[in-house]
T-cell receptor
């Protein structure tokens, strides 16, 4: 049973560029969340996708956008990269429990983005 | 507002000794609490969660956590530490009252088990 996968593993970009990160959820999961983990910090929630729509968003600017595909995989796009966007980007998947909302999020290995 | 505090950046424990990693939380409604572990250059691995019921929750790799509502704490414990337990541990919370699905994480505690 494949877990959450993310690509690429590492990425180096320069300021002002755009980047796309990809995530495939764990088998059977339908919800994908993205988190940013800066060095020495805990992950911070960016947004969550369910049924191909952004359902919830954290305190991140519009430069951060995403997409979910019919097969539940997801992309995170960041435009106009800043040095401060350098971080580990984590994708988490879950199976939405619409009654109790007690689903558990399982994380992928992350994509390390370095902005120079 | 929801938040999690992990008061210790670093915890050192001798192999074979019991370990505790502390976590306190703040939510408006009912907390849904998690512990995750992160090994170097890896994502987060789910250890355990608390929703309701018994205050002592058992999880993966021999870890357990004790929920204390009056102290708003959810400390992670293990009776006998292994060197392989050395990693970064994160406590996280969701507020079930809001219906929001995102997790709020603490800043992490680095556990070092000394052989």
């Amino acid at each position: 049973d494949a877990g959450v996968t993310q690509s690429p593993t590492h990425l180096i970009k320069t300021r002002g560029q755009q980047v796309t990160l990809r995530c495939s959820p764990k088998s059977g999961h339908d919800t994908v969340s993205w988190y940013q983990q800066a060095l020495g910090q805990g992950p911070q929630f960016i947004f969550q996708y369910y049924e191909e729509e952004e359902r919830q968003r954290g305190n991140f600017p519009d430069r951060f956008s995403g997409h979910q595909f019919p097969n539940y995989s997801s992309e995170l796009n960041v435009n106009a990269l800043l040095l401060g966007d350098s971080a580990l980007y984590l994708c988490a998947s879950s199976l939405r429990d619409i009654f109790t909302t007690t689903d558990t999020q399982y994380f992928g290995p992350g994509t390390r983005l370095t902005v120079l | 507002a929801q938040s999690v505090a992990q008061p210790e950046d670093q915890v050192n424990v001798a192999e074979g000794n019991p370990l505790t990693v502390k976590c306190t939380y703040s939510v408006s409604g009912n907390p849904y609490l998690f512990w995750y572990v992160q090994y170097p250059n890896r994502g987060l691995q789910f250890l355990l969660k608390y929703i309701t019921g018994d205050n002592l929750v058992k999880g993966s790799y021999g870890f357990e956590a004790e929920f204390n509502k009056s102290q708003t704490s959810f400390h992670l414990k293990k009776p006998s530490a292994l060197v392989s337990d050395s990693a970064l541990y994160f406590c996280a919370v969701r507020d079930l009252r809001t219906g929001a699905n995102n997790l709020f994480f603490g800043t992490g505690t680095r556990l070092t088990v000394i052989p």
